[in-house]
């Protein structure tokens, strides 16, 4: 653990180096929440009595959440949701020879009894793995709710502030464009 950072909520894993490129937006996110967090590798296969040792210790150091991401055969959210009682979050990524529909399918399809909630392939589920386990800690501390929904209206504002989805470089007498002030209010 990095000395000085604030108390880890949130535990982003990965089975190898090799995933942390595909998970940098969790970080950035996690760290523009101001949650503490912890990063490690556990790989379910290469160093599956760790990974169990992971599992089995997170909720007592004191952590809420654990992020986990894998490629390939990508049984390390399961098999982590399967030995501690924390919400696990997994982020399928991209591998060398498949596009990340082989992780995708492997952690969304948890048998049931056992769920790992499962974000997208590869960078947009690494940054709302993060923006979701914001989600999960505000139902218990106000602040970070309160960061949640702040977040979500930045989004909507950027949104708003860019209604061209041709961003001005497209010409047409025939195209103008229509934004969400020109609908007014009535349904
Ligand atoms: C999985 O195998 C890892 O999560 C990674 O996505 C994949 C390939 O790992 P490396 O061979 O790149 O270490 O366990």
Redesign the pocket.
């Known amino acids: 653990m990095t000395s000085g950072a604030p108390r880890p909520l949130v535990g982003l894993i ?3 180096a ?2 942390w490129p595909f998970l940098v937006p969790a970080a950035r996110l996690l760290d523009e929440f101001e949650i503490g967090w912890e990063r490690g590798i556990f ?1 379910a ?1 290469r160093l599956p009595e760790e990974m169990t040792r992971y599992a089995r210790t997170a909720k007592a150091r004191g952590l809420k959440v654990i992020i986990a ?4 055969a ?1 049984h ?1 959210p399961g098999m982590v949701a399967s030995k501690t009682p924390l919400p696990v979050i997994g982020v399928p ?1 991209p ?1 060398k020879v498949l596009d990340g529909l082989d992780a995708l399918l492997s952690i969304v399809q948890m048998p049931a009894g056992i769920p790992v909630a499962t974000m997208a392939i590869g960078e947009a589920g690494a940054a709302n793995a993060a923006v979701l386990a914001l989600r999960i800690l505000g139902t218990a501390d106000a602040g970070l709710s309160a960061r949640a929904e702040a977040y979500a209206e930045q989004l909507r504002r950027k949104t708003l502030a860019q209604p061209d989805p041709a961003a001005g470089a497209y010409e047409s007498p025939f195209s103008s464009v229509v934004t969400a002030q020109d609908l007014g209010d009535q349904i």
């Open positions: 990965m089975g190898s090799s995933d790989s296969h991401s894998a490629g390939g990508a390390l990524r591998g």
